[in-house]
């Protein structure tokens, strides 16, 4: 049985959260490999509403993917993901990333949704059919599902609970979705069997979100679940792997 933790914060530029502190985290825990992704104070001023992109973040963002791209070719355990801010650099793509992270919270910089560049992201996205774990307001989230018109799986992490809550989401019908995943990053055992009686373990992966959650606590909340081994696996490993193609 194979576990990967679909969402792993990994960056060494603004702060301090290498690959060679989490991989005795994972081992511990008894996992495989992991979906990584740059931290967000790599990629953006998050603190600052009114955050204008220079070339300085646009080099910060450039060297925190070359880190992650870097660890991948040294560890074959870690799946790198790009993520997506404002310059939508299309030519990132062509690196090898497996995925993508596209994130913002309510009151943090908002992405250029009007702008011509990020259709063409999107498209380009599209078109590679990479996994997208979108963390956004709810409307943004609706306004993304919509644009995708199902053409790219979505991952929406912590089974909703930053992207308007998981409910909510429910009676939107975004989990109704084919393309729509969730993640289990932080969120509660009552809402994981829900959504698992719902929708089913094939639309469910594991996540950490570490450095805010711990993986041997979040592996063990699903332990706890008594999952059948093979609704187990395709939580913990099968479908991310299918879904980046590792």
């Known amino acids: 049985m194979i576990i990967v933790d679909s969402h792993i914060h990994c960056g060494v ?6 690959w060679s502190a989490i991989r ?16 967000v104070e790599d990629i953006y001023d998050r603190y600052r509403s009114d955050f204008v992109d220079d070339a300085d973040w646009r080099a910060c963002r450039r ?7 870097q660890m991948a070719s040294q ?14 650099a299309v030519e990132e793509l062509e690196r090898g990333f497996k995925g993508i992270k596209w994130h913002r919270h309510h009151g943090e910089p908002e992405y250029q949704y009007a702008d011509p560049r990020c259709e063409d992201m999107i498209e380009a996205i599209c078109e590679r059919r990479l996994p997208v774990v979108l963390e956004e307001t709810f409307s943004n989230t609706q306004d993304f599902l919509a644009r995708i018109k199902g053409r790219t799986p979505v991952i929406i992490p912590h089974l909703g609970m930053l992207n308007g809550g998981f409910e909510r989401l429910e009676r939107a019908g975004s989990w109704q979705q084919a393309n729509v995943y969730a993640d ?14 719902v929708h089913g373990p094939e639309r469910l992966v594991f996540g950490s979100d570490w450095p805010f959650g711990l993986p041997a606590a ?3 909340k699903l332990e706890d ?3 059948s081994d ?12 299918r879904l980046t193609g590792s």
Not at 26 to 38: E, H, P, Q, S
């Open 13 to 18: 530029q603004v702060v301090d959260q290498p």
């Open 24 to 39: 005795p985290l994972l081992d511990l825990a008894g996992i495989d490999r992991a979906c990584l992704f740059a931290p």
């Open 63 to 69: 060297r925190a993917h070359n880190y992650l791209l």
């Open 75 to 88: 560890d074959e355990r870690i799946i790198p993901y790009l993520f997506v801010w404002n310059d939508f």
């Open 184 to 197: 289990t990053a932080l969120a509660s055992p009552a809402e994981l069997n829900t959504y698992l009686a």
């Open 218 to 220: 979040e592996v063990a």
């Open 225 to 227: 679940l008594d999952l």
């Open 230 to 241: 093979e609704a187990f696996q395709a939580v913990c490993g099968s479908t991310i792997l």
